[in-house]
């Protein structure tokens, strides 16, 4: 019921900046959490920042400090701003949305909703 579509990837040399949209529509509960993943080839899923329901937020060691995850006042809108990116930056990004679990957040298993990805290539 739930869909979620990103935008906003492309090339950019590193030290660059890109912020990525999450496009939501359909029902979204309020328990639910919104969360940006991204996985580069031959790695793991690595959840990256969190948006919990009382508009907290978490954002994982590799990347705090250089993305920023928001909201738009609607509610219909997903983002992460990524700044200072470097090479290691290159993946596909995803957003999804599930039920709430603080600590285990970065799970990607958790999310019942995703997605189709977006590019994000650092390259000079």
């Known amino acids: 019921q739930v869909q979620l579509v990103e935008s906003g990837g492309g090339s950019v040399q590193p030290g660059g900046s890109l912020r990525l949209s999450c496009a939501v529509s359909?029902?979204?509960?309020?328990?639910?959490?919104m969360v940006w993943f991204r996985q580069a080839p031959g790695k793991d899923r690595e959840g990256l920042a969190v948006?919990?329901?009382?508009?907290?937020?978490t954002y994982a060691d590799s990347v705090n400090g250089r993305f920023t995850i928001s909201a738009d006042n609607a509610k219909n809108t997903l983002y992460l701003q990524m700044n200072s990116l470097t090479t290691e930056d290159t993946a596909m990004y995803y957003c999804?949305?599930?039920?709430?679990?603080?600590?285990?957040?970065?799970?990607?298993?958790?999310?019942?909703?995703w997605g189709q990805g977006t590019q994000v290539t650092v390259s000079s």
């Open positions: 999804a949305a599930g039920v709430c679990q603080y600590y285990t957040w970065w799970f990607p298993q958790m999310y019942n909703y």
């Open positions: 359909g029902y979204v509960d309020s328990q639910y959490c």
């Open positions: 948006i919990f329901e009382d508009d907290t937020k």
